[in-house]
């Protein structure tokens, strides 16, 4: 039971660490503490179920849509709306991407209704045996592609010079401006891309969790503990805590009882944030200096 | 944000401040007979309006004032809310659960803040809001006396339900009066102007001889000393509370919104934000049943855009441009 608890921790942990890269980039980079995030997760699902139930399409198929999708909505928001509220003040954001979620969830349950639905693939009931434990296979392909994702955005940010720039505008906004990148886009580019990464782990969670307009604000908590254990604005940091939270949780839940689960978490994130702010991975970044 | 404080105190004095006592006489006597004149439908509106002014006021002692942004403020609602609802059950009568309700909750803040206002920014505001989700599962854990996940119901009144809820909206407006007096009092005392100094600049402010984590923690305990009452008295009107609602993070969210409409560190901005808000979201809810969030994040949206200091400050801005255009013609 216990290695069964530890297996589906660590693989529920992958799934948590890529809903959060996306969020703690955005935070890392601009300072923006994004309240809509978890409303990109939301979307990301339901576009996987629309072209599911729709169109037949299989759900991994339908993640790099539902990225797509997130891409532009992410870069858009930033663009005519949280580009104008960086410039006058950073805590603004705050309220106002509370007031986007409002809009996204209210719409969600306008076009979707609050019907709890779910994406049932052919493969979905399949499970395979993983150091002597059973795990269901959507799982295991969700931790896979989701560690593969986070792996491939990291590298990203290291090696393509639009990463350089997300990079270079995080550690020092004015030398990057100096340097001919212009912050706008790169707050545009790193908010699409947060929001694409989100959408691929609502993508993921549609196979695993029921769908609702709900759905992405139970990543909340996790969203938040992940980010501060990490270390704002690192990606890496981001999917070693992501697997640290899963494991703490079903710790926590075989020991302790599910009922522990939410307080053994908050006890860790206010741990860390008292003793060790910066993260377990966490450098200067701007959003530490804002 | 103190850019905009310089602006707004400075060509105040002489002209506009006789103008603003005259507001605020006029505003509180209607508010004194507004009782008599409205539905029991209205009253509610008006009674939780009140009780968002207190809870911004307390907001506006360590946002607006002190610099350190309490997303999640609405933790000593809760625990206001519980304080009061615990002793009444316990057989206290509820003069003395309200008592109970703004000890507590600034003790909770005295103590709690020792370790959390050593965060800063962001770091601040998000420890805050983990308070105020652990605060439900902790209530949920406790059980006992907090009725845990079951809620908690709270003796009944043996007023008649009319008279009772007049009583329990002069209760706020009192709440709400004494609320922004406390801001306007701390405003001109040794402390208020040290959490200004922090707000600019904390490690200035700790040069110049102030001690301010002892300050950060004094301005947090009353803030939630305000932010309990109100829970307090919310307990008591609402009869019957639970972790979820009493802790709802939309509390502290909400009156963060408000702060931000009225403009921080005013003596009156939170009550203008209180009243624009609450006023506009009850005739969104009735207008748009089923999009009414919709609506009310467009709104949040659209006033964070065009009005980032507040309205108070952008009708200000408004006025001289206007005053500046007529002139030059």
Same mark, same amino acid.
């Given at each position: 039971m216990l290695a069964q608890a530890t297996v589906n921790g660590i693989l529920l942990g992958g799934l948590y660490g890529l809903a959060t890269v996306g969020f703690s980039m955005v935070w890392g980079v601009m300072g923006v503490i994004n309240l809509a995030h978890t409303s990109f997760i939301t979307l990301g699902a339901y576009v996987t179920y629309v072209l599911f139930t729709q169109?037949?399409?299989d759900p991994l198929l339908a993640m790099p849509v539902a990225m797509l999708a997130m891409f532009v909505l992410g870069y858009g928001i930033q663009l005519l709306i949280l580009n104008r509220i960086i410039r006058t003040s950073l805590l603004l954001s705050l309220v106002v991407t509370f007031g986007i979620d409002l809009v996204l969830t209210d719409a969600t349950v306008i076009a979707f209704t609050s019907d709890v639905r779910s994406v049932n693939a052919s493969y979905a009931s399949t499970s395979v045996a993983v150091f002597g434990t059973l795990v269901p296979l959507v799982r295991l392909i969700a931790a896979g592609l989701s560690l593969a994702i986070g792996i491939a955005f990291f590298v990203f940010l290291r090696r393509a010079s639009l990463g350089q720039a997300i990079l270079a505008t995080a550690l020092d906004r004015e030398i990057s401006n100096l340097m001919g990148i212009n912050p706008q886009k790169v707050f545009a580019l790193t908010a699409g891309a947060g929001a694409a990464l989100a959408g691929a782990a609502g993508s993921l969670s549609s196979m695993l969790f029921p769908v609702s307009p709900t759905m992405g604000v139970s990543f909340l908590g996790a969203v938040f503990v992940i980010t501060v254990l990490g270390g704002i604005g690192s990606v890496e940091g981001c999917i070693v805590a992501g697997f640290l939270y899963g494991l703490v949780q079903a710790w926590a839940a075989y020991w302790l009882g599910t009922n522990f689960q939410e307080i053994v978490a908050f006890a860790m994130f206010l741990g860390v944030l008292v003793v060790r702010p910066q993260g377990l991975f966490g450098r200067a970044f701007f959003g530490e200096h804002a | 944000m103190s850019e905009a404080a310089i602006v707004q105190q400075a060509p105040k004095a002489a002209t506009v401040r006789p103008l603003v006592w005259i507001a605020v006489g006029i505003g509180l006597v209607v508010l004194c007979a507004a009782p008599i004149g409205i539905n029991a439908y209205w009253l509610r509106v008006l009674t939780t309006v009140l009780m968002y002014v207190i809870v911004t006021q307390g907001l506006n002692v360590i946002v607006g004032i002190t610099g350190y942004h309490a997303f999640g403020n609405g933790v000593f609602f809760g625990i206001g809310a519980y304080a009061c609802g615990a002793a009444m059950v316990a057989g206290m009568p509820f003069a003395a659960g309200l008592v109970l309700s703004v000890v507590v909750s600034a003790a909770c803040a005295f103590m709690l803040g020792?370790? /959390? +206002?050593r965060l800063k920014g962001h770091y601040f505001a998000i420890a805050t809001v983990a308070l105020n989700l652990a605060a439900i599962q902790i209530i949920i854990q406790i059980g006992g006396i907090t009725g845990g996940a079951q809620g908690l119901a709270l003796p009944l009144s043996e007023w008649d339900p009319k008279p009772l809820y007049i009583a329990l909206y002069y209760l706020m407006l009192a709440g709400a009066v004494a609320s922004t007096a406390v801001v306007a009092i701390l405003l001109g005392r040794p402390l208020g102007f040290a959490l200004r100094a922090i707000r600019d600049s904390e490690r200035a402010a700790a040069v110049m001889g102030i001690n301010t984590t002892k300050a950060k923690v004094y301005a947090w305990s009353i803030s939630a000393g305000l932010t309990g009452f109100a829970g307090g008295v919310w307990a008591y009107w609402i009869t019957f509370i639970e972790p979820s609602s009493a802790f709802d993070p939309a509390v502290g969210v909400k009156a963060y919104i408000m702060l931000i409409i009225g403009g921080?560190?005013? /003596? +009156?901005g939170p009550v203008i934000g209180a009243f624009a808000l609450e006023i506009v979201s009850t005739l969104v809810w009735s207008g748009f049943l089923h999009a009414h969030q919709l609506v009310l994040g467009v709104l949040i949206v659209v006033v964070c855009l065009v009005a980032p200091h507040g309205i108070i400050d952008a009708f200000a801005r408004l006025a001289k441009s206007v005053r500046r255009h007529n002139g030059a013609a």
């Open positions: 169109f037949g399409v | 020792w370790p /959390i +206002l921080m560190g005013s /003596i +009156l």
